[in-house]
């Protein structure tokens, strides 16, 4: 099965770390990364900028109409994400807990829609 | 065979024939739809004929072909569709030459897993476990959580769809991860437990129906899973806990506290049972776990002669195990409780004071009846008083709510 793993933190917060904790936590990132590329569960991952360059679309009437940043104001914000295939929900949990930005905020695990399921 | 007695043998498998099926179907929704069926069919079938030698193999096997049914009937039954019936055809026949003992075992503990996933809020995990490995119908776990019909039903369905959306495995946890999940499990028995012995809302004050399935519960994954750590623990817990049921309310449902019990109502059986089983659960090696330590402390109450001939110096020493091991306000509030027994109710109330400021427990409204309690020892009626309607106001459990009406008049009558 496939799943999207949203990783969610502060991002005001996340600014705010000194640079040499950021730069451990991107070589932890590397690493984490290439172990599930070596596992074969990596199906692809980006890491997002941050919300202040977000813009939200509705098409309303025909009309597009855009909102500045993102659309719902919370206390984590999305900030990137991993797209992974594991047998089971257990092995995408375990996926998940292993990600550096596990121990700031927080990792939505959603399975992805399957057609002809 | 009558209705009731048919009914009294669904009840007794349809945990252990839905395991075993949704490992043979593959899908968990499946299995309970064809076992629906199964039951159906045996309603006609065992009226007049009585029930089978097994009733559960007749259970899997005919409901196993009513799934085979349900999945050719599809709309679109296409190449996958066929590829899972004859899949299920052909573990129908490798299944019945090889399924031992062990192996129904297994099934039964994936199920029980399953509906303890920990992706499941906890309230869906026990729903879940009453409905599926209980056996109890969608009206009474909806009656245990005072939710009408249709909306404990919308609930249950979502909690399956989710197991197979979300691919929730059929399996039991690897040996990593065992032990988290095997708490998980026994949380889940005992909320079961607490909600059965001591509603958190309605007319009554003991759902002895749950608090019977908790102990079912307990049984069975004990015999499941004799080695598992804590289970005798909370086993004996519930047992001994259990046993005071006949002393807990009068005739008219009005709360009796453990100070007034007539002891002579307490199930010897059972007490002894849990006595048995709280001696093996301490001999185990390793750090003290969370409910054998509860359960101990459930003994020294059952053995004891009365209130006040109970070993409270222990009692005290076992909660602060607790508070070591497993802290939480509602040890804190029963630790104060046993310390009052021991130093009085002053040092105790200084202990609840400090609870209370620290907003520990603010949704739990044994607090103001504990402080309550304490007050009215110290002779600070007036203190006492105030205290007394908090607590009645703050619970939802009528026996409660008369319990400290009846204190409110006693502190006025000067009692």
Redesign the interface.
């Known amino acids: 099965m496939q799943y999207l793993l949203m990783i969610y933190l502060n991002e005001v917060e996340y600014a705010k770390m000194e640079k040499e904790a950021e730069g451990k936590m991107l070589a932890e990132y590397q690493t984490f990364t290439q172990s599930i590329i070596a596992s074969g569960n990596y199906k692809g991952g980006d890491r997002l900028q941050p919300t202040t360059t977000s813009t939200t679309v509705r098409v309303r009437d025909g009309k597009i109409l855009t909102t500045d940043g993102p659309f719902a104001e919370t206390r984590e914000q999305l900030g990137g994400y991993y797209m992974i295939e594991a047998n089971n929900l257990d092995e995408a949990i375990g996926i998940a807990a292993r990600i550096p930005g596990a121990r700031l905020g927080s990792i939505e695990v959603r399975p992805v829609w399957q057609y002809n399921h | 065979m009558t209705p009731e007695a048919i009914d009294q043998v669904f009840r007794d498998e349809a945990g252990r024939a839905l395991a075993t099926l949704i490992r043979l179907v593959g899908d968990f929704e499946l299995a309970e739809d064809a076992l629906q069926d199964a039951f159906a069919a045996a309603l006609l079938n065992w009226r007049g004929a009585g029930a089978p030698a097994n009733p559960r193999a007749w259970l899997v096997n005919v409901a196993r072909n009513k799934a085979i049914d349900r999945i050719r009937r599809q709309r679109n039954f296409r190449a ?1 569709e066929a590829e899972i019936v004859h899949a299920i055809e052909r573990d129908a026949v490798s299944d019945e030459a090889a399924a031992t003992p062990n192996d129904l075992d297994d099934d039964m503990l994936r199920l029980i897993f399953t509906c303890c ?1 920990p ?1 499941f809020a906890p309230e869906v995990q026990v729903a879940l476990t009453l409905r599926t490995v209980c056996g109890l119908t969608t009206a009474e776990v909806a009656r245990a959580f005072l939710a009408s019909e249709e909306a404990m039903a919308q609930r249950l369905l979502r909690a399956k769809q989710k197991i197979r ?5 059929y399996e039991v ?1 690897g040996r990593h ?1 065992l032990e988290e999940r095997l708490r998980g499990v026994l949380t889940v028995i005992y909320l079961v437990f607490t909600e059965g012995y001591l509603a958190t809302s309605g007319p009554e004050l003991i759902r002895h129906d749950l608090a019977r399935e908790a102990i079912r519960l307990g049984r069975l994954v004990l015999g499941l899973m004799p080695e598992a750590p804590d289970i005798k623990g909370l086993l004996a817990l519930m047992l001994l806990h259990d046993a005071r049921r006949a002393g807990r309310t009068d005739a008219s449902g009005d709360i009796v506290l453990l100070e007034e019990q007539d002891r002579s109502l307490w199930n010897s059986e059972q007490i002894a049972e849990g006595l048995d089983l709280v001696e093996q659960a301490l001999g185990v090696r390793g750090r003290p776990q969370p409910y054998t330590v509860q359960a101990a402390i459930a003994a020294l109450h059952a053995q004891a002669q009365s209130y006040h001939d109970t070993d409270w110096r222990q009692i005290v020493g076992l909660y602060e195990v607790l508070l070591r091991i497993a802290p939480s306000p509602v040890i804190e509030l029963n630790h104060a409780a046993a310390v009052s027994m021991v130093d009085g109710p002053a040092r105790a109330l200084a202990l609840v004071e400090s609870l209370a400021a620290r907003g520990g427990l603010r949704q739990y409204d044994l607090l103001p009846a504990v402080r309550a309690d304490l007050l009215r020892r110290l002779d600070r009626r007036e203190e006492a008083r105030s205290a007394y309607r908090a607590a009645r106001d703050s619970t939802q459990l009528e026996p409660l709510k008369r319990l400290y009406a009846r204190r409110l008049v006693e502190l006025d009558a000067g009692a």
């Open positions: 996958k996933h992706s959306l979300a691919g929730i495995p946890p991860a």
